[in-house]
């Protein structure tokens, strides 16, 4: 069943989490393609920090499932900092990387 706010906090938490991770996989599964394709340099330490926040975000579901009453609020900062430290160390490089025009050619080259 899909919750709903109307719904139980602890089944509509359970909800957004299994789309979040479903989401993050999808994500985390492009970015990787990306960084393969354009044989980005720091792909091995970017690959390792999706690891381990989907790694934290399991961890998190499998709490929730054992019935672990995690706040909303603590779900909610950990998300901000982690999205916030990911985007700012790891992809704002490899955004960087994906525009730089020398490796635009290199790829329209291949």
């Known amino acids: 069943t899909v919750a709903t ?5 602890h089944d509509l938490i359970s909800y957004r989490i ?3 991770i479903v989401f993050v996989r999808k994500r985390f599964d492009r970015e990787e393609e990306a960084m393969r394709s354009v044989k980005f340099p720091g ?3 970017h690959v390792a920090a999706h690891t381990k926040l ?3 975000i399991l961890e998190l579901k499998q709490e929730l499932e054992e019935g672990d009453e995690t706040s ?3 779900i909610h900062v950990f998300m901000n900092k982690w999205l916030n430290d ?3 160390t790891f992809d ?5 990387a994906l525009t730089d025009p020398v490796v635009t ?3 329209v080259l291949r």
């Open 5 to 9: 706010d109307s719904g139980d906090d």
């Open 18 to 20: 299994n789309k979040l």
């Open 43 to 45: 792909r091995k330490a």
């Open 54 to 56: 989907l790694e934290e």
């Open 72 to 74: 909303p609020f603590y």
């Open 86 to 88: 990911h985007i700012l």
């Open 92 to 96: 704002l490089k490899l955004a960087r």
């Open 105 to 107: 050619e290199l790829r």
